[in-house]
């Protein structure tokens, strides 16, 4: 079911994968290399076809006239206007609502678990008309308020199935000890079980953080113009009307590629603990 380690494949097998490895990590990084050296290429370099060579000079001004020649600085507040209260508000809902459905047995409990995953297998697509219609109809349309309450309702599904998995395979000895005690519903919650799944918290709000700020669909279906527009569609800004300026796009899409960068190394730590909390007793 599981791949082998390596270690207990044939000599031969291990020179292949030793030689493969390199290969295949410098295929997968020849994209971000190729947006890493058009971001530090000259305007003139691109208007004298040189797209693959070695830039004429090393034109650091790229990253400065992003800011200069677009609100970019508008559209990366959006972004966080957008992706923080989504991580906060599908994480705390996720908590409640995966501890409801690990802890207590109710009648329909699978039903309700079951809707909670059912909408992450509906294809975000045929949701485009109706959730721009209620957004218009509710006066949240192009606005990052309206962006951020959509984006923690379509990831509580997912964030619940996440939670709900954690929170079950905690032992249920400990919540039954503190009934026993005396100790409340909520306290159990804020106090016994949040501290233990301190590490999934951690390692969901990354993923969560990672999804919306890359999201570039919604962006472009809910919000229009730099008050309102996340990062990922504000890059569009940075073309002209006749004129594609890819280096400006491309020194865009890396400065809007550091902050999940960032927040994956700052919690490292409790992200790689949280994916393998529960994975041996």
């Known amino acids: 079911m ?3 380690p390596i270690q207990t494949m044939t000599p031969a097998a291990q020179r292949l994968y030793k030689v493969a490895l390199p290969v295949m990590l410098i295929l997968w990084l020849l994209p971000l290399l190729g947006v890493a050296m058009t971001s530090l290429r000259p305007s003139g370099d691109l208007a004298a076809g040189n797209y693959f060579g070695m830039p004429s000079r090393i034109a650091w001004e790229n990253y400065a006239d992003v800011f200069r020649n677009s609100p970019f600085a508008s559209y990366l507040l959006n972004s966080f206007k957008v992706t923080i209260p989504t991580v906060i508000g599908a994480v705390a809902l996720s908590c ?11 009648r329909l409990s699978m039903l309700v678990f079951f809707m909670f995953v059912a909408g992450n297998f509906v294809p975000f697509q045929i949701l485009m008309v109706p959730v721009r219609d209620l957004t218009v109809t509710m006066g949240l349309y192009n606005t990052t308020t309206g962006l951020a309450l959509f984006h923690i309702a379509f990831q509580t599904g997912f964030c619940t199935l996440f939670m709900r998995n954690f929170i079950k395979a905690l032992p249920r000895e400990l919540i039954e000890a503190a009934r026993v005690e005396g100790v409340r519903e909520w306290q159990i919650f804020l106090f016994i079980v949040l501290p233990l799944v301190r590490p999934a918290i951690a390692a969901l709000a990354v993923l969560v953080f990672t999804f919306i700020w ?6 472009m279906v809910l919000t229009q113009g730099a008050g309102t527009q996340p990062i990922t569609a504000g890059l569009n800004s940075l073309n002209g009307q006749w004129i ?3 280096h400006l ?11 999940p960068v960032l927040m994956f190394f700052l919690m490292q730590r409790h992200f790689i603990a949280g994916l393998t909390f529960g994975a041996v007793k």
């Open 2 to 4: 599981f791949p082998r």
């Open 96 to 106: 409640m609502t995966g501890f409801a459905l690990a802890v207590y047995k109710f």
């Open 249 to 259: 796009v491309s020194a865009g899409s890396i400065l809007a590629a550091l902050p």
């Open 214 to 219: 890359n999201d570039y669909f919604w962006a």
């Open 244 to 246: 594609a300026a890819w």
